[in-house]
């Protein structure tokens, strides 16, 4: 499996923001442009941008669309983005909007049915199912509403129901934003138990040393917070991949 970079920004009001462990009162700005990062990632040669409204998912009637539709207009590569999208019209507006994969997160776990129609109608390869989850007693179970809740349903059985997804995005919430190095052992197991899924890897990546441990186990590795503190840099991460 060829492993590729995703670069990662998280917005809200139109700011680059970053959330510990998803807590919005736990919340690192930015002074970027949002617009002129993503333009600095796409020069480094990347194939993916991952965008997050965080003021969508909180609020539906606040979800930045204009903005969204602003970015992949001015962008030439392929932008995903995902941020509490619910209803078939949102999904229908991202993709209008220039947007080449929408990320459906808690909806897979609460409509598991409409979740499908949405796999169904616009093509597994433009869905990505994002299945945010927390280790408890070493059980892996999904999180909803902004991370907000943890649900019932437990991920690798969440994933036995979904046959016929492709992509998914997985993030261990106990390390987003930590910067305390990827959940390794849930992707290697995620890779053994469903090698036909194409996994996008997210949350705590801190160091080159993650980037070596997932290659070939993930498709995609999503950097935020580390790219932004200049950890390391795109180049050196697929320097990483290609020589690992």
């Known amino acids: 499996m060829q492993t590729q970079i995703i670069p990662a ?12 462990k998803g807590d919005y009162t736990k919340k690192q700005e930015y002074s970027f442009d949002p617009l ?4 600095e990632y796409e020069a480094q040669g990347i194939a993916w941008l991952h965008l997050v409204d965080l003021s969508g998912a909180k609020d539906p009637s606040k979800r930045q669309l204009k903005l969204i539709e602003n970015l992949a207009s001015k962008i030439k590569v392929n932008l995903q983005v995902g941020g509490g999208i619910r209803t078939k019209d949102e999904v229908k507006a991202l993709f209008d909007s220039g947007v080449k994969r929408v990320v459906i997160g808690s909806l897979a776990v609460k409509n598991k049915a409409f979740t499908q129609d949405l796999l169904n109608e616009f093509g597994v390869e433009n869905i990505v199912l994002a299945l945010d989850s927390i280790c408890v007693k070493d059980e892996f179970f999904v999180a909803v509403d902004a991370w907000s809740k943890t649900s019932d349903e437990k991920l690798f059985e969440l994933l036995n129901f979904y046959k016929n997804v492709k992509h998914i995005l997985c993030t261990d919430i106990s390390k987003d934003g930590t910067m305390s190095g990827a959940n390794i052992t849930l992707y290697k197991t995620l890779h ?6 194409q996994t996008q890897a997210s949350g705590g990546v801190a160091s080159l040393e993650d980037f070596k441990k997932l290659n070939g186990i993930v498709s995609g590795i999503i950097v935020g917070k580390a790219l932004l ?4 840099s795109i180049k050196e991460a697929k320097e990483c991949l290609q020589n690992a």
């Open 36 to 39: 002129a990062k993503f333009q």
């Open 229 to 232: 503190d200049k950890e390391f």
């Open 192 to 197: 053994e138990k469903f090698p036909h899924l």
């Open 9 to 20: 920004l998280d917005l809200i009001d139109g700011k680059i923001v970053r959330l510990y």
